[in-house]
């Protein structure tokens, strides 16, 4: 499962190139990261785009809260793939 320390890793890459693209093994396909929804939604090169803002959401700087488990972001990945959505702060994680 992606931890934190993956997550801080994949948000400096998008800071300095503006997106990270890599294959996910809990997700069983490609991930996009990107600065911001200026990147477009969707997917880029077959992957399913997440903003750093959803990053952070998801795997919250600094561990404030706990990160969501392999079954509840592969819930939420289907979620984002299937209908084009954000995750939001708040939302049922």
């Known amino acids: ?12 890459q998008v800071e300095q190139r503006g997106y990270c693209i890599f294959w996910s093994d809990l997700l069983g396909e490609r991930v996009a990261f990107v600065k911001d929804a200026s990147w477009g939604v969707g997917d880029i090169r077959g992957a399913i785009v997440y903003t750093i803002a959803e990053l952070a959401i998801l795997f919250p700087p600094g561990g404030e809260d706990i990160p969501p488990g392999g079954t509840t972001l592969r819930l939420i990945h289907q979620a984002k793939k299937a209908g084009g959505g954000t995750v939001l702060k708040g939302s049922a994680l």
Do not use: C, E, F, Y
């Open 1 to 12: 499962m992606m931890g934190l320390r993956v997550a801080q890793a994949i948000a400096r």
